[in-house]
C-alpha cells in the first residue's frame, strides 16, 4: 500500500521532531571537560577544582580517596574530583580524550601507555617542576630512568609512584608434602613443577599464562633462565638469540605436562583465581596480587619469592611497568595540579599507597618504611631490587607500536607455540623481526 | 510430540539448562560465599560483596543512571522507531530502497569507529558528562533495526482498518493510535525491551562520555572492579548479579511477547 500525500507536511513535522529533540537533550546539564591534545592549558590560580583519573581503580578506589581526604585537608581551597577508570580501557579513555577533549587535569599513566600518550604531545614535561620541588632526589632513579626512557628518553612525563616487581607465589603447604626444596633456582622449579603435578586428581605444578598478557610473562621466564641482561644489542633486540630460544622451549614445555590445559586462555584474573582455588604449585605474577592470596590461602600457606636465579647472585627479570603520574597539558588549573601530584608522591602519600598495594614506593623515604619488611614478598623483591643481584631488562616501552607487538600481534602465536603448532625459534624470529623495524621506525622518527 | 518418551524431551532440556546455569551459580556461589572461602556450596551466607559494591563503591548510584539511561533509550528508540517504522510501512518515496540499504548497512559499522566524532559533536553540545549523550547515542545505534522490525510488524497490519477509521472521521494520527498502535503490542515490546537490555548492558559510550564518577553506569561499574593486577571477585560477583537482575525480570516479564514479537516482525519484510 503506498501514498504519496501529505508526505511534505510529514517531512516538516520529522524535522520539526529532530530539532526539537535535539533541543531538549542540548538543555541537559553537562560540562564540556577540559581541552584536547593539543591545547595548552594554563597555569591557574592554585586553587579550585582538578580532575584526577585513577588508571587501576579497582582496589586503589580506596586508599585514594583517603589521600584526597589529606591533601584536600591540607590544602584549602581545591578540591580534587577523582574518577576510576577501569584499567582495561583506560589506554582508549586517554586516547578518546586526546582526540576529542575531556582530558583530566591530572592521571595515572603506567610506564607501558606512556610512550603512546606522550607521543600524543598531552602530557607536560616535569623535570623542571620536580627538580624545584620537595619531590628532588627523593624519587627512586631506577623508576625515574624507566619512566623517562618510557617517554622517549629525553623528558620526564610522569613522577613515578610506584612498582609491582614480578614475583614467583608457590605454594609452602604442598612443597613440604612432596619434600621440595623452595624454587629459589630454574632446576628446582622445573623439578618443582613436574613433581606436583598429578593430573588425574587435577594438581598441577604450575600454571602459565596462555591468554592476555602471556608475552611480558614468558619474556620474563625466558630471560630470566638465558641470563641475558638486555633486551637491545645495540639497535637489534636479543629476544630470539639462542639462549633465548632454548630457555622458550623449555618453558613452554610446561604446558598441559606440568599445567592445566586451560592455562591456553588465562589472564591474570583466570591464573589466579585458579592458583588461589586450586592445588597448583606455583603461579608467577606480580606484588599487585599479593593481597588476593592472603586473602584466599591465608599467609601461612604460600610464599612469594623473587624470580628464581641464573647462577648463584645472578637473577634477570624484565622490568614490570612504573606506575606514574601524569600532568596533562590541556589543564585549566596546573598549579593546583601539580601541588596534588608533589603530595601524592611525598614520603607519607606514596608510603600509604603502596603498603595498601603492596607495591615498591618511588620515593625513597617511604621505600625505608617499616611496612615494606613486614611483607615478605615486598621485602624480597626491593632487597633484590637493591642488593645488586638483579639485572632488569628493560621491556621497550618507549615504542608506540610496543603494546600492539605485544599483545594483538603476538599473544595468538604465544598461543601456537603452547600448543605446538608453531616453534620457539620461528615465534621469537618473527617477534625480534617486528621489534626490529618498530625499533628503526622510532630511530628515525626521533632524528 | 505424541509417542516421544518424556526422558527425551526432558534430558536434553534438562543438560542445556545445566550448561546454562552453571555460569550463573558461580557467580551467586562468589557472591554470596565470604572472602577466601572455598567451598562449592555458598555456605555460610554473607551479603558483605552486595554491601561493599552497593554502598562503598557506589553501584546504588551506578544503578539508578543505568535504569535512566535504560529507559530513556527506550522511551525515545520506540517512539522514533514507531514513527519510522510507520513510515517505511506505509509511505512510498523516491529513496526508500536506498533509504533501507543504508539502515542495514549502519548495522556494521561499530560504536567504536564514530566515537571521536560522536565526541566532539557531545562536547560542542555541552552533552559530555550527561547522561543524555549516551541515551541519544544508545538511541541512534538502535534505531536502524528497530525501524526495520517495526515496519516489518505495521505493514502486517492491514491498511484497510486504518481507510476505515479514517472514513469514521478519525484523522491519520488518531487512526494510527486507535486502531494500529494496540495491534503492534508485542513488536513494541519486543523493540522496547531490547533497546532496554542493550542500553543497560553497554559498556563504551558510558565510559567514554561520562567522566564523573556520580554519572558513570553499571557496566562501567562492573569495569572498575577489575584491577591492572588483582580483582575483587566477591564484589566483582556482587556486581554482576545486581548488573543481571533487571535483565533478568524484564526477561521474566515479557518473554511470551519477546517471542511472538519477534517471529511476527520476521514474517514479511
Known amino acids: 500500500m503506498t501514498i504519496r500525500t501529505r508526505i511534505g507536511r510529514g517531512r516538516t513535522a520529522a524535522a520539526l521532531a529532530v530539532v526539537t529533540t535535539l533541543a531538549l537533550t542540548a538543555t541537559a546539564c553537562g560540562d564540556d571537560g577540559s581541552g584536547a591534545g593539543g591545547d595548552r592549558g594554563s597555569e591557574g590560580s592554585g586553587k579550585g577544582e582538578i580532575t584526577f583519573w585513577d588508571n587501576n581503580t579497582a582496589v586503589r578506589h580506596d586508599i585514594w580517596q583517603e589521600i584526597i581526604k589529606d591533601f584536600e585537608k591540607a590544602n584549602p581551597g581545591i578540591e580534587v574530583k577523582y574518577v576510576g577508570v577501569p584499567a582495561e580501557s583506560v589506554q582508549s579513555k586517554y586516547d578518546t580524550a586526546i582526540q576529542g577533549g575531556g582530558l583530566p587535569d591530572v592521571g595515572g599513566v603506567g610506564a607501558a601507555m606512556l610512550a603512546g600518550i606522550a607521543a600524543q604531545d598531552a602530557l607536560e614535561p616535569l623535570d623542571d617542576r620536580v627538580t624545584r620541588g620537595p619531590l628532588n632526589d627523593k624519587l627512586n632513579k631506577n623508576m625515574v630512568e624507566s619512566v623517562r626512557a618510557a617517554g622517549g628518553g629525553k623528558q620526564l612525563f610522569t613522577v613515578p609512584t610506584s612498582a609491582s616487581n614480578g614475583v614467583l607465589y608457590y605454594r609452602t603447604d604442598l612443597f613440604r608434602e612432596a619434600g621440595l626444596d623452595a624454587p629459589t633456582t630454574w632446576p628446582k622449579f622445573y623439578e618443582a613443577a613436574e613433581r606436583l603435578t598429578d593430573e588425574g586428581n587435577n594438581r598441577f605444578g604450575y600454571t602459565i599464562r596462555g591468554g592476555e598478557g602471556s608475552i611480558a610473562q614468558a619474556l620474563d621466564a625466558m630471560y630470566g633462565q638465558s641470563g641475558i641482561g638486555s633486551f637491545w644489542d645495540g639497535d637489534k633486540t636479543t629476544v630470539n638469540k639462542p639462549e633465548n630460544v632454548k630457555a622458550l622451549e623449555k618453558y613452554a614445555a610446561l604446558y598441559k605436562k606440568a599445567t592445566p590445559a586451560a592455562d591456553l586462555n588465562n589472564d591474570f584474573t583466570k591464573m589466579n583465581a585458579q592458583w588461589d582455588n586450586g592445588r597448583i604449585g606455583m603461579l608467577s605474577h606480580n606484588l599487585g596480587s599479593y593481597a588476593d592470596h592472603v586473602k584466599a590461602l591465608g599467609e601461612d600457606k604460600f610464599r612469594g619469592i623473587p624470580s628464581p636465579v641464573v647462577k648463584e647472585g645472578v637473577r634477570v627479570q624484565v622490568s614490570n611497568p612504573v606506575d606514574g603520574l601524569g600532568l596533562f597539558k590541556a589543564g585549566k588549573n596546573k598549579k593546583a595540579a601539580w601541588k596534588f601530584m608533589e603530595f601524592a608522591a611525598s614520603h607519607k602519600a606514596n608510603s600509604k599507597w603502596n603498603e595498601s598495594a603492596g607495591a615498591i614506593p618511588a620515593n625513597t623515604d617511604a621505600a625505608r618504611d617499616p611496612w615494606v619488611n613486614r611483607a615478605e614478598p615486598t621485602r624480597l623483591a626491593a632487597k633484590a631490587l637493591n642488593d645488586g643481584s638483579l639485572k632488569i631488562v628493560q621491556l621497550p616501552y618507549h615504542l608506540p607500536d610496543w603494546n600492539t607487538i605485544s599483545k594483538a600481534d603476538n599473544e595468538p602465536e604465544f598461543q601456537k607455540v603452547l600448543l605446538g603448532k608453531t616453534s620457539a625459534r620461528a615465534f621469537l624470529d618473527d617477534l625480534a623481526e617486528e621489534l626490529n623495524e618498530a625499533q628503526a621506525e622510532w630511530r628515525e622518527q626521533k632524528g | ?269
Not at chain 2, 102 to 129: D, R, T
Open chain 2, 1 to 269: 510430540m505424541r509417542g516421544v518418551p518424556r526422558w527425551q524431551i526432558y534430558a536434553p532440556l534438562g543438560l542445556y539448562l545445566l550448561f546454562t546455569l552453571i555460569p550463573f551459580y558461580w557467580i551467586l556461589l562468589f557472591a554470596l560465599r565470604p572472602s577466601g572461602s572455598t567451598s562449592l556450596v555458598p555456605w555460610p551466607v554473607t551479603f558483605e560483596h552486595f554491601d561493599k559494591v552497593w554502598t562503598e563503591r557506589s553501584f546504588a548510584t551506578f544503578f539508578q543512571n543505568s535504569l535512566l539511561v535504560g529507559l530513556a533509550s527506550m522511551v525515545m528508540t520506540t517512539l522514533v522507531a514507531l514513527a519510522g517504522g510507520y513510515a517505511l510501512a506505509r509511505f512510498d518515496f523516491r529513496i526508500k530502497r536506498g533509504f533501507m540499504l543504508a539502515l542495514l548497512c549502519s548495522q556494521f559499522i561499530p560504536g567504536a569507529l564514530m566515537l571521536v566524532p560522536l565526541f566532539e559533536i557531545f562536547a560542542e553540545l555541552q552533552l559530555i558528562n550527561s547522561l543524555g549523550s549516551v541515551v541519544i547515542a544508545e538511541t541512534v545505534f538502535q534505531l536502524p533495526l528497530s525501524m526495520i522490525l517495526l515496519s516489518g510488524f505495521i505493514r502486517n497490519v492491514p491498511y484497510a482498518l486504518e481507510e476505515a477509521a479514517w472514513v469514521d472521521g478519525c484523522g491519520r494520527f488518531r487512526a494510527f493510535c486507535a486502531v494500529v498502535l494496540p495491534m503492534l503490542r508485542p513488536g513494541l515490546i519486543a523493540v522496547g525491551s531490547f533497546a532496554f537490555v542493550h542500553s543497560w548492558n553497554h559498556f563504551l559510550f558510558a565510559l567514554m562520555f561520562l567522566s564523573d564518577q556520580g554519572k558513570q553506569t553499571i557496566p562501567v561499574g562492573l569495569a572498575t572492579l577489575m584491577g591492572a593486577d588483582s580483582v575483587d571477585l566477591g564484589a566483582l560477583a556482587a556486581g554482576g548479579v545486581v548488573a543481571a537482575v533487571p535483565v533478568v525480570i524484564v526477561f521474566a516479564f515479557i518473554q511470551k511477547w519477546l517471542v511472538t514479537g519477534f517471529s511476527a516482525g520476521a514474517v514479511k519484510g
